[in-house]
């Protein structure tokens, strides 16, 4: 079946650079996704959405960018930081999924963030 | 604040047991889901609810079930525990109108079946 995945596992930054995290999504009726962090020991917690009528959206020191024509999504978060160190997930929503409210989670990406 | 709480953070069990994973949310969450989180699977959907007394399978249903007899409250249960039930498992809800979908998740319960 179609699914959300991640291009690579982990990423490893200074701190103080910016980091982007990507994930490709492959079913084009996709129409919302939702950016989650995860630090070790805890649940995923929500950063950012975007819905598929939108090609950027900021929020506090991170923007995600949505490619529909390649079905590429991107996290990017200026100036990094220890905190940010965790698994970053994308999830999607597709309205053929069961019902309204199922999101589909990719594998997630580790960041590690160097001092 | 929602807040989304599950009854053990970490729990081990024989195989054959019967499991009970508790999950309560106070926000008054029309869905609620259980996932399990697996190194490299990321979270597959086992089970959820839209209402009380409603279930719906997700990916894995398999060798699970659960019960939804309070809004509020979202049992997982497994029938009789194995190796390969062995995992981290999440509960989340979700308002689900309004057009937001965001899914507010519990700490987890890290199971491990001996």
């Known amino acids: 079946g179609e699914s959300v995945g991640l291009h690579l596992p982990t990423l490893s930054v200074q701190e103080g650079d910016n980091s982007i995290i990507n994930c490709a999504y492959s079913?084009?009726?996709?129409?919302?996704f939702i950016w989650y962090k995860q630090e070790s020991g805890k649940g995923p917690q929500f950063i950012i959405d975007?819905?598929?009528?939108?090609d950027k959206r900021q929020g506090q020191r991170v923007t995600v960018l949505l490619n529909k024509t390649v079905k590429h999504l991107s996290l990017q978060i200026a100036a990094t930081q220890p905190g940010d160190s965790a698994v970053y997930f994308c999830?999607?929503?597709?309205?053929?999924?069961?019902?309204?409210?199922?999101?589909?989670f990719g594998a997630g990406t580790r960041l590690t963030v160097k001092p | 604040d929602v807040k989304v709480t599950q009854s053990s953070r970490y729990l081990v069990k024989r195989t054959g047991e019967k499991v009970f994973l508790e999950c309560v949310q106070d926000?008054?969450?029309?869905?609620m889901f259980w996932y399990r989180q697996d190194p490299g699977l990321g979270l597959r959907l086992i089970y959820f609810?839209?209402?009380?007394?409603?279930?719906e399978k997700g990916d894995i249903p398999e060798g699970y079930s659960v019960s939804r007899e309070k809004k509020e409250r979202f049992s997982l249960i497994l029938e009789s525990a194995s190796t390969n039930q062995t995992s981290m498992y999440l509960c989340?809800?979700?308002f689900g109108q309004g057009g937001t979908y965001e899914q507010y998740f519990g700490p987890g319960t890290r199971l491990t079946v001996t």
């Open positions: 975007i819905r598929s009528n939108m």
């Open positions: 609810s839209y209402d009380v007394k409603m279930k």
């Open positions: 926000m008054d969450h029309e869905n």
């Open positions: 989340a809800s979700s």
């Open positions: 999830a999607d929503r597709t309205p053929a999924q069961y019902n309204n409210n199922d999101m589909r």
């Open positions: 079913n084009s009726a996709s129409d919302y």
